[in-house]
Every structure is written in C-alpha cells, then in structure tokens.
Antibody, heavy 114, light 109 residues
Framework: EVQLVESGGGLVKPGESLRLSCAAS????????MSWVRQAPGKGLEWVGR??????EYGAPVKGRFTISGDDSKNTLYLQMSSLKTEDTAIYYC?????????WGQGTLVTVSS | QAVVTQEPSLTVSPGGTVTLTCGSS?????????AYWFQQKPGHAPRTLIY???IKHSWTPARFSASLLGGKAALTLSGAQPEDEAEYYC?????????FGGGTKLTVL
C-alpha cells in the first residue's frame, strides 16, 4: 500500500520559516508530479504547488515565499516555507494526483501566530 | 491568478440528479484545463473522483459523470445516495499553475 507521510508542522511566528517533509513509501516519485495542497481550518482546498524532476510550479499566494524540492534517494518531498503569514495557517497535504494517481498523506498542521 | 467558481451549496433528494459546475474567470473551461473533481468528507483527506475533464478512477461510482457544459466543467450525480453528501472541489490547470474552486457543499436530503 502506498503511503505518504507528512511531518514538520507546528506553531511558528509570523515572518518565520518552516520546512515540511513528505516521505513516500511503495511509491517512487522520481518522474512523478508531487503536489502540496493546503486547507485552512473550516475552509476550502488551496493548491500550493507541485514538483517533478527539478521543476516546480507554485500557486500565486505562495510564489516567491515557498520552495518545493525533492530528494529521489530518500523518496521525500519538501516544502520550504519562508516569510510565513497568519493566512498560511492550514493543514498541509502532500499528494500524488497526476497521471491517474490518487495518493494523499494525512496532512500536517501549520499554525502561524504571534 | 484566475478565480475558479463553484456553487457554494446544492441539495439533492435521494435518488435524484444534480449537476455541479466549475467556471473560470479567464473564460470558457476547455479540455486544456484538465479539470479534476475531488470529494472530501469531514475529517478526511480529499479523494479524486474525476481527472482530465471526464476520466473516472476505478473507485468512482458509476453514478458520477463529468463533462464540459456551457463553458464550464460539470460533475453530474445521477441517483444520489446518502453517502454522496460531502464537499466537492474542482481543480483547473493554467499554464504553470493550478487553482481550486471554492467547493460545493452537497446535501442529500
């Protein structure tokens, strides 16, 4: 069974940085698009971005502040978040939804508050 | 960034038919937007029902279908079941980015 496990969430202050990780098991994301999707408490889904083989795409609310990368040797996806704002507070999901895939992690909560 | 619009809420009777739509602020939704439809139930991660406009996953119940309709992406549920009560999100692709709609809360009542 494919598993995506996010980690690294927590409480940070506005302006600070945080790095999330997504470890994949029984799924190789080498040459697969891997996405980050977030959901603020009680709100809808928001596309953060996706990454494949060194290429990253970003949603407008995070472009320039967030960086997505991957380590094929560790089968791990990363989301480096900088200059965090209170509106970045959300559950962050790692997901593989391209090319007929549909795998999601359980999500990790990021809270940005002073 | 483009804005993707969905009906905030819809209600359907058990056994009834309902169509959810997904529009784009940039104009008509076409096959090049590769529309996705997701179902999310409270406390759970989303699940993909439809990708690339109309392709179903193996787990997608036959009562769900999707298409382009009147310049929008559309998800039609025919023969609604109580377990279909959920939030539904569409996702559209634009060159270099993707955007979710605000979601439709579907009530089966």
């Amino acid at each position: 069974e494919v598993q995506l496990v996010e980690s690294g969430g927590g409480l940070v202050k506005p302006g600070e940085s945080l790095r999330l990780s997504c470890a994949a098991s029984r799924f190789s994301f080498n040459n697969a698009w891997m996405s980050w999707v977030r959901q603020a408490p009680g709100k809808g889904l928001e596309w953060v971005g996706r990454f494949k083989s060194g290429t990253a795409e970003y949603g407008a609310p995070v472009k320039g502040r967030f960086t997505i990368s991957g380590d094929d040797s560790k089968n791990t996806l990363y989301l480096q978040m900088s200059s965090l704002k209170t509106e970045d507070t959300a559950i962050y999901y790692c997901a593989a939804i391209d090319n007929g895939n549909d795998y999601w992690g359980q999500g990790t909560l990021v809270t940005v508050s002073s | 960034q483009a804005v993707v619009t969905q009906e905030p809420s819809l209600t359907v009777s058990p056994g009834g038919t309902v169509t959810l739509t997904c529009g784009s602020s940039t104009g008509a939704v076409t096959g090049r937007h590769y529309a996705y439809w997701f179902q999310q139930k409270p406390g759970h991660a989303p699940r993909t029902l439809i990708y690339d406009t109309s392709i179903k996953h193996s787990w997608t119940p036959a009562r769900f279908s999707a298409s382009l309709l009147g310049g929008k992406a559309a998800l039609t549920l025919s023969g609604a079941q109580p377990e279909d009560e959920a939030e539904y999100y569409c996702l559209l692709s634009y060159s270099g980015a993707r955007v979710f709609g605000g979601g439709t809360k579907l009530t089966v009542l």
